[in-house]
């Protein structure tokens, strides 16, 4: 005799009925589609992840951008734009690569923070033949305003996925002028770009190898058109 003998009949008989009842074979389909749905959302998710590739300068932040997107074509500014707002406008440098022209590009950037007024930032393509660019890397201002007179996001020279970047940053203000010291010690002038951002006047410029090297150029410093020295702000090398 067993604890079921002992039970009410008519639970006896319940339990009986349950423990012959048949389930039916599992739904492997149904099993196969949910298992698919779940690899993915893992795999969604990881590629998200690994996606964004942030590198932390000491004056702004530069992005080197993933290369595995395809050229994007030139866009025009958007319809909003007015003429003193340069924002999209391609700068060329006049420096070849293997893949095309390097290229300056003033972008809209979005930086969080208490006490941040960050607009804006500049950044690197190589644009082929067909005027399609790949974008390189971007540097911007991290921190109080991004016209503070006075240099911005400066970043020194880089290889971005076997294409040679030239050091390029911007000056917020009224620079005819823009210097620096060499690696080899001696004094070398960049090339400049005005560009304004609103009622914001600035500078984009870069240092050609041909006449600055192909180390950091350092010691920055710029003059106005009469010959005046101008706030250096925050002129820093960075490096990625």
Do not use: K
């Amino acid at each position: 005799m067993t604890d079921l003998d002992h039970l009410p009949e008519d639970l006896h008989d319940d339990l009986h009925a349950a423990a012959g009842e048949s389930f039916g074979a599992p739904d492997l389909n149904s099993i196969m589609a949910a298992g698919h749905r779940i690899r993915r959302r893992r795999l969604a998710a990881e590629l998200v992840a690994a996606s964004v590739i942030v590198i932390a300068a000491g004056v702004g932040v530069t992005a080197a951008l993933p290369t595995t997107e395809p050229p994007r074509p030139a866009a025009p500014a958007p319809a909003s734009s007015t003429p003193s707002d340069d924002l999209y406008r391609v700068v060329p440098t006049g420096l070849r690569q293997p893949g095309g022209e390097i290229v300056l590009q003033v972008v809209p950037a979005e930086v969080q923070g208490a006490g941040t007024d960050i607009r804006f930032g500049v950044m690197a393509a190589v644009r082929d033949d067909t005027g399609a660019m790949r974008d390189l890397m971007m540097t911007n201002e991290v921190q109080g305003s991004d016209v503070e007179p006075g240099f911005h996001a400066v970043h020194a020279p880089m290889t971005v996925d076997g294409t040679r970047v030239p050091e390029f940053g911007y000056y917020a203000g009224p620079a005819a002028t823009i210097t620096g010291r060499s690696a080899a010690g001696t004094r070398v002038e960049a090339r400049l770009a005005e560009a304004e951002v609103g009622a914001d006047r600035i500078v984009v410029f870069w240092f050609d190898p041909a006449t600055a090297g192909e180390g950091e150029v350092g010691d920055l410093a710029a003059t106005d058109a009469a010959g005046n020295a101008l706030p250096r702000g925050n002129n820093v090398v960075g490096h990625g």
